[in-house]
């Protein structure tokens, strides 16, 4: 059997024997099986997914990478990434899938045997898990889930989490600092773009005050940033802060005329 069609099995069964989709009638969702009406399909399952709902996320991977996944018209790598994020919340399926996809290098997924064993294994834990994400390679660079999206969504971003998730963001390649602040400007997607140059996600998370996230965010960013020392040189992302201030401040200076110089 193919990988296609295991996949559409897969989609088939865990659709007909989910829970209720919340905010949505189970029913018309089977009607959009029945009926071909996948672009609903998407649209029922990607909200809860994105923000963490792990069977949701394994239910549209399996719509995303299954033979219906052209009628959706979503790129192909958001269905690895939703795959990726469901095998790392632990949801076995998700797991077998994605070590059979890895054995493969199917899904701009590199050929990795020894991920491909990992993930076959089904660990149970977070460490086990965490083992086999830094075995995880692609190659297809836009498979990757960024580090705001597998370790800083609502399920994942609790008071005690900090730590685990840096490492998480860490064994993944996907290195991040997490600051507060309003939705970006011109300025703060400049500042953004300078970090990404040098493979960090500088991520701006809003700038509504909550403790439980201030204690998760001061622990993320001690491990990363100790992470990030530790590879790159003692004093790495502090330097690398002070000079792209410099040459944002630079560029930024306002004359009289309140226009960039």
Known sequence: MSLRSKWMLGLLAGLLSCAAVAGDDPAHEHRRVRTGDYKALHRSLWFDAQFGDAEKQERLAGLLLGPHGREVGAPRHEGVRFLFRAAVAGRPAAMRHLADALGKGAFGLGKLPAAARCWSSVPAGFEQRLACVRLTGFRDPRARVPCMDLAVTRSSATRDSGNAMARLCLANGTPAILVPGLPPDRQMLDRIDRYKRHGIDWVVTGDVYEA????????????????????????????????????????????TTGHPQ
């Open 212 to 255: 439980d996230f201030e204690t998760f965010r001061d622990a993320f960013n001690k491990t990363m940033s100790a992470a990030i020392d530790t590879e790159r040189g003692r004093g790495y992302l502090e330097r690398l802060s002070n000079e792209i201030d410099a040459r944002i401040d630079a560029k930024y200076r306002t004359s």
